[in-house]
């Protein structure tokens, strides 16, 4: 199936490109400008999944097509508010479902590198979770497929023995729509950094999520002291 599915989404840049684009709020993050081919990064912190639906929306928008594997929880609203175009994501779940045991616990992992390595054929991007039980050798095999395929391999969660090129970490969430009671809540600015073996020093912009119009330091530290301006709503008590 997925060798089949694969004929159809068959990457629509040439070969000779060494980079997917990313969007314009989020090209510092990378001193190439943008994601280089055959690269894995690692999302983590309190927005990992919207940072790294961020990352990609560019690539899915400029024609790529982006493989899910093993995110279930993944929110297609989300998604399409960050810019993802949905008709180019496919969802691959590896779990077959059933009762988890420890051999299919380990079935599972072998199962995981296989779709990774199919799915390298048809699609230029991918989001994962990587298996806690999959084992160094086997993940070395993924990443050196990767490479040869030019896919850009997105983590989310603890990326276990495979090796990252770099970290887009979130941190210093601040939400603005809700005061004292009142209010629902809109927006959220979020700093996200890189950094990593393949990344030159730290670099840091400020997001507001879900829209992914940069903000200054200024807007962020005052959305910040109007949050803590605000008196508690629950208070603890003994």
């Keep these: 199936m997925l060798a089949a599915l694969g004929d159809r ?18 090209t510092k993050l990378f001193s190439e400008g943008g994601l280089v081919r055959g690269r894995v990064l690692s999302c983590r912190g309190m927005a ?19 493989a899910v594997i093993d995110v279930p929880t993944l929110g297609l609203d989300a998604a399409s508010e960050l810019g993802v175009p949905l008709e180019r994501i496919v969802a691959i779940d590896t779990s077959l479902g059933g009762k988890t045991t420890a051999a299919n616990v380990a079935e599972r992992a072998a199962r995981w590198a296989d779709v990774v390595a199919a799915a390298a054929d048809g699609f230029e991007v991918m989001l994962t979770r990587v298996p806690a039980e999959v084992t160094a050798s086997t993940v070395r095999k993924v990443a050196t497929r990767l490479q040869q395929r030019g896919v850009v391999m997105l983590v989310l969660g603890d ?55 940069e903000v200054t330091s200024s807007e962020h530290d005052a959305a910040a002291t109007a949050l803590d301006n605000e008196p508690p709503l629950l208070s603890a008590v003994s």
């Design 48 to 66: 990992a999944t919207s940072a790294s639906l961020d990352l990609v929306a560019a690539a899915v928008a400029a024609g790529s097509w982006l």
């Design 159 to 213: 990326p276990g023995p495979l090796v990252c090129d770099g970290v887009i970490d979130t941190i210093d969430q601040v939400w603005s729509g809700v005061g004292a009671g009142w209010g629902h809540l809109q927006q959220r600015t979020v700093d996200m950094s890189a950094s990593g073996r393949r990344v030159p020093g730290r670099r840091c912009v400020s997001l507001a999520l879900p829209f992914g119009a």
């Design 9 to 26: 989404v068959a990457p629509v840049s040439m070969a000779r490109e060494q980079m997917l684009p990313v969007a314009g709020h989020i």
